[in-house]
């Protein structure tokens, strides 16, 4: 049983440019949560998704972010305009149903530089 | 927004030694879960604490859950050079799934 897919693991962009970010979650989880860490920080919640439905996006900047997981494939985080301060991880973590957030499985991330 | 201060912010110790950090909140959590992250990968959970008063071992891991649902602690005996890494805390407010995440201790062990 695979665990938490991220890829690409690492993503250089120029600024301005498009960033997406994938996450295929484990097999039977259909939660999927997006993280966020600046280095010497510890984690910071962006979106809380189930299949079709973002649940919580209440940690995610209002402009430039948004996330989907469709009913079929992996989650999507898209950063439009990348900026520099968007360069980060970005992690992903998933549960299955019914499931608290305290049972997520955490992916190895995907490392973001905006130059 | 909430915080956890997590202290120390690193740690130099010598391979047997142990080891103790704690997490620290004005807030009241439901849940204390301690995470270990290695270079280049995602948090892996060792602990999770669900009741105040609770201790719970992992192997050379014990971590407890502050009576007052305000702090935890984490120790680790007798420590080895896979130790190294860095170790979060993390905290759940409620019902609410979002995790609120101390800074992290870096565990550096002397050659």
């Known amino acids: 049983n695979a665990g938490v897919m991220q890829n690409p693991r690492h993503l250089v962009r120029r600024r301005g440019q498009e960033a997406r970010l994938r996450c295929s979650p484990m097999?039977?989880?259909?939660?999927v949560y997006w993280y966020r860490q600046l280095p010497e920080e510890g984690l910071k919640f962006m979106v809380y998704?189930?299949?079709?439905?973002?649940?919580?996006e209440s940690g995610m900047p209002k402009e430039r972010f948004s996330a989907e997981f469709p009913k079929e494939g992996p989650s999507i985080l898209r950063i439009q305009q990348v900026v520099r301060g968007d360069s980060a991880a970005y992690f992903c973590?998933?549960?299955?149903?019914?499931?608290?957030?305290?049972?997520?499985?955490f992916g190895q991330g995907t490392r973001l530089t905006v130059v | 927004g909430q915080q956890l201060n997590q202290s120390p912010q690193s740690m130099f110790i010598q391979e047997g030694e142990d080891v103790s950090m704690n997490c620290t909140s004005s807030?009241?959590?439901?849940?204390w879960l301690w995470y270990k992250q290695d270079p280049g990968e995602g948090p892996v959970l060792l602990i999770a604490?669900?009741?105040a008063g609770e201790l719970t071992s992992n192997g050379r891991l014990t971590a407890q859950f502050g009576i007052t649902r305000k702090d935890s602690f984490l120790n680790i005996s007798a420590s080895i050079p896979s130790d190294v890494g860095i170790y979060f805390c993390?905290?759940?407010?409620?019902?609410?799934?979002?995790?609120?995440w101390g800074a992290g201790t870096k565990l550096i062990i002397k050659p």
């Open positions: 973590a998933s549960s299955p149903p019914r499931a608290r957030g305290t049972e997520a499985f």
């Open positions: 097999k039977g989880h259909s939660h």
């Open positions: 998704l189930q299949k079709e439905n973002i649940i919580d």
């Open positions: 807030s009241i959590f439901n849940t």
């Open positions: 604490l669900y009741k």
């Open positions: 993390a905290g759940q407010l409620g019902s609410n799934y979002q995790l609120i």
